[in-house]
């Protein structure tokens, strides 16, 4: 056999195991990154109350994705979820103070039955206004009085001990932002 399809065969065969060896260290380098600040995370859940009520869910749907520690998600999950690695579960309780906070009962207030749209309000209807400076405000009713409506501005969340079932999907490089044209 001469020099040169010895070259070629050894060049054909080590080429397949270069291949493969680069996408084995690939694959187990990707296993080994935890969840850190900066890092684009993807993330299966189940959110539950103190009761095992489901609250919100996206198993079997699409992932949840954001950046560790912009501070998109609650806080006491964002802490959670450090240093975790891709395919890791776990189960998580966050405290009102890390999730929507306790309930604040200046938050409520009563308002005139003239001002809702009189169209069937109901006890636990969540209304949807703007402030005066344009931001959205959501209400829900909590009590109807003769003349009066009582509005809770409190998020439904707020002081509830929150239970979430998480297991982590993806942890990669956060995309490199675009810069504002």
Same mark, same amino acid.
């Given at each position: 056999?001469?020099?040169?399809?010895?070259?070629?065969?050894?060049?054909?065969?080590?080429?397949?195991?270069?291949?493969?060896?680069?996408?084995?260290?690939?694959?187990?380098?990707?296993?080994?990154?935890? $969840?850190?600040?900066?890092?684009?995370?993807?993330?299966?859940?189940?959110?539950?109350?103190?009761?095992? &009520?489901?609250?919100? @869910?996206?198993?079997?749907?699409?992932?949840?994705?954001? /950046?560790?520690? @912009?501070?998109? /998600?609650?806080?006491?999950?964002?802490?959670?979820?450090?240093?975790?690695?891709?395919?890791?579960?776990?189960?998580?309780?966050?405290?009102?103070?890390?999730?929507?906070?306790?309930?604040? !009962?200046?938050?409520? &207030?009563?308002?005139?039955?003239?001002?809702?749209?009189?169209? @069937? /309000?109901? $006890?636990?209807?969540?209304? %949807?206004?703007?402030?005066?400076?344009? %931001?959205?405000? /959501?209400?829900?009713?909590?009590?109807?009085?003769?003349?009066? $409506?009582?509005?809770?501005?409190?998020?439904?969340?707020?002081?509830?001990?929150?239970?979430?079932?998480?297991?982590?999907?993806?942890?990669?490089?956060?995309?490199? &932002? !675009?810069?504002?044209?």
């Amino acid at each position: 056999m001469n020099w040169y399809k010895l070259k070629q065969l050894l060049i054909i065969g080590f080429l397949p195991c270069i291949v493969i060896g680069l996408m084995t260290e690939k694959a187990l380098t990707q296993e080994n990154i935890s $969840v850190s600040t900066g890092k684009q995370i993807s993330i299966e859940y189940t959110l539950k109350l103190e009761d095992k &009520s489901v609250v919100d @869910s996206n198993v079997g749907a699409e992932p949840l994705t954001f /950046i560790q520690g @912009s501070h998109n /998600i609650i806080p006491g999950l964002e802490e959670s979820l450090d240093g975790m690695k891709i395919g890791e579960s776990k189960q998580i309780t966050v405290e009102p103070e890390k999730a929507y906070g306790a309930v604040n !009962e200046e938050s409520v &207030s009563e308002v005139k039955k003239e001002q809702l749209p009189q169209d @069937s /309000i109901k $006890v636990g209807m969540v209304l %949807q206004g703007q402030n005066p400076d344009g %931001q959205v405000i /959501i209400a829900r009713i909590v009590e109807i009085k003769e003349n009066t $409506v009582m509005l809770d501005y409190n998020h439904p969340l707020a002081g509830k001990t929150l239970y979430f079932d998480i297991k982590i999907l993806d942890v990669k490089d956060a995309p490199k &932002s !675009e810069p504002a044209s």
